[in-house]
Each structure stands twice: as C-alpha cells, then as structure tokens.
Antibody, heavy 124, light 110 residues
Framework: QVQLVESGGGVVQPGRSLRLSCAASGFTFSSYGMHWVRQAPGKGLEWVAIIWYDGDIKKYADSVKGRFTISRDNSKNTLYLQMNSLRVEDTAVYSC?????????????????WGQGTLVAVSS | QSALTQPASVSGSPGQSITISCTGTSSDVGGYNYVSWYQQHPGKARKLIIYDVSSRPSGVSNRFSGSKSGNTASLTISGLQAEDEADYYCGSYTSSSTLVFGGGTKLTVL
C-alpha cells in the first residue's frame, strides 16, 4: 500500500535552517509529482511546493519562495524540503502528498495520498 | 494568492443533504476545472473525495458530489451520516501554476 512518512521536524530558532524528508513506498515514486503542504496550529491548509516527477519543474507558494527548496531523489524514493531563513510564521505540521502520475498542468494538483506530517516549530 | 472562501461551519441532521461552497476568482476556481475537495478527520490522514470539480476517486461514496458555477465550486453530501462529521477543504489550481486552498469548513452532524 502507498505510504508517505515524513521526518526531520523539530524546534528551531528564527533565521535557522531545517531539512524535511518524506520516504515513499508502495508505488513507483519516480512517476509522480510530489507536494509539500503545511497546516499551522488551529489553521487551515497551505500549499507549499510541487516538484514534477522528473524533478525538472518546481513551483512554490509566494510565502516561501526564495527561502524553501523542494527536491527529490528518485533512487531513494525520497522527497525533501530544505527550509532556510525560517520565520515564526513557518510553524506548522508539514505533510508530503502525492500528485498525479506523468501529469502536466492542473492534473498534477490532486493529492490522492498524504503523510501524517512532521511538526516544525520556529521559536526563539 | 488569497485563500479560497469557505463557510467556517455547516451542520445538518442524519439523512439530510448539505452543501459547502468554495469561492475564488477567475484566476483559480473560475478559470480551470481543477477543483478538489479533501476530508480531514482529527488524527487521521486526509482523504481526497472529489477531484477535477466533480470526479470521485475509486472507493469514495457516491453521496459526495461536486460542481462548479462561475468562480464558486460546491461540495454536496447527501444522506448525511455521523461519520461525515469532519473538516472539509477545497483546493484549486491557479494561473500561477500553484494551488490555493480554502480556509476549511467544519461539518457537524446534529
């Protein structure tokens, strides 16, 4: 069965960096676009970033552009999120989600499987 | 990109039907047929229940249906059941090739 397991969260000071990982199993990882989505405590969902199945195309939410970098290692079936210059407002549970297979455009943005998430707390 | 607008809460009795709206702009909801809906129970994995405005993934009950008119998408749940009590989020593809979510709607089954 499809499994997505995030790791790497923790407590970090403002301005510092953190790298999240998402280990995928149960499907052909290299065929799917992958996303990061976050949810601040008591708040709604916020889409963070997408990476195409081959890693060629990456898109980011304006709130993280220039600070966060999404990447993937298809040989390790792992998705990453490098978070630099962290801010208090980045505090959230970060989840990875699977998008479409060999997709393009809007069809890449339906999330059919989600991980349970990892908590990132930015605090001084 | 501003969040899509959803009602904060809706409620209904078992057996009734409810509709949750999701309002955006011509740059997202109104411009593309890529609206999706997600169900979130506390402590459980989020579930895709509608994609591409009105398509249902395999295994999702046909009590869930989606539609769109102009800049507003809607999720209708018919034959309301206690297990439907959850948070519901809409999401839409945007003209910037990003995704924007709604603020979420808490459904209470009375």
């Amino acid at each position: 069965q499809v499994q997505l397991v995030e790791s790497g969260g923790g407590v970090v000071q403002p301005g510092r960096s953190l790298r999240l990982s998402c280990a995928a199993s149960g499907f052909t990882f290299s065929s799917y676009g992958m996303h990061w989505v976050r949810q601040a405590p008591g708040k709604g969902l916020e889409w963070v970033a997408i990476i195409w199945y081959d890693g060629d195309i990456k898109k980011y939410a304006d709130s993280v552009k220039g600070r966060f970098t999404i990447s993937r290692d298809n040989s390790k079936n792992t998705l990453y999120l490098q978070m630099n210059s962290l801010r208090v407002e980045d505090t959230a549970v970060y989840s990875c989600a699977r998008g479409g297979a060999y997709c393009s455009g809007g069809s890449c943005y339906n999330f059919d499987y989600w991980g349970q998430g990892t908590l990132v707390a930015v605090s001084s | 990109q501003s969040a899509l607008t959803q009602p904060a809460s809706v409620s209904g009795s078992p057996g009734q039907s409810i509709t949750i709206s999701c309002t955006g702009t011509s740059s997202d909801v109104g411009g593309y047929n890529y609206v999706s809906w997600y169900q979130q129970h506390p402590g459980k994995a989020r579930k895709l229940i509608i994609y591409d405005v009105s398509s249902r993934p395999s295994g999702v009950s046909n009590r869930f249906s989606g539609s769109k008119s102009g800049n507003t998408a809607s999720l209708t749940i018919s034959g309301l059941q206690a297990e439907d009590e959850a948070d519901y989020y809409c999401g839409s593809y945007t003209s910037s090739s990003t995704l924007v979510f709604g603020g979420g709607t808490k459904l209470t089954v009375l």
